[in-house]
């Protein structure tokens, strides 16, 4: 799913598009159906009087959709997930207080998958039971793999 990123001065009339990471594939930022490729970890943008201008993208774990900066200023493809959003999906982390480095690992990646469902066009309520479902297979998944550990160290 693209994301239009809209008010960038000197742009007007320009389709930017911001297309998150997929699984195997990194973010992608595209100016008129062109995909820009970066220059180490910045773009060159062209405004319509032709003067290039740097942009970057900047993201961070809870949010798979990163910000767009140019020239210091920041554009947001898509409105920052609510508190409840946030908290909500981010409860499977709590397996890190409970299951050491396997209880981590499974919590970091049942938040990721909430946060991109979060971030995907489904219905509310459908956002939260998909959510809701991953965090309970992260717990479910976690302790069939801490008792197949267990067993294979003991055995």
């Known amino acids: 799913m693209d994301y239009p ?5 000197g ?3 320009h389709q930017v598009l911001l297309r998150p990471a997929g699984l195997f594939s ?9 995909e820009l490729k970066p220059m180490g970890r910045k773009y060159t943008l062209h ?9 970057q993208l900047r993201s961070n774990f809870v949010d798979p959709i990163p910000q767009l900066i140019v020239e210091g200023k920041v554009y947001s493809a898509i409105k920052k997930m609510a508190w409840y959003e946030l908290v909500w999906s981010g409860l499977p982390v709590l397996l890190l207080f409970v ?3 396997l209880g981590a690992f499974c919590g970091l990646v049942a938040v990721y998958a909430n946060n991109r ?9 459908l956002k939260y ?3 809701g479902m991953i965090s309970a297979a992260a717990l479910v998944i976690y302790f069939i793999l801490a008792m197949l550990i267990t067993l294979a160290i003991q055995g």
Do not use: H, M, Y
């Open 47 to 55: 405004r319509n009087d032709g003067t290039e201008v740097q942009a």
């Open 117 to 125: 469902i979060f971030r995907s066009g489904l219905q509310p309520v």
């Open 11 to 13: 742009f007007e009339g």
């Open 99 to 101: 299951g050491g480095a």
């Open 129 to 131: 039971f998909v959510t």
């Open 5 to 9: 990123i809209d008010g960038i001065p």
């Open 26 to 34: 990194s973010v992608k930022l595209i100016v008129d159906n062109e």
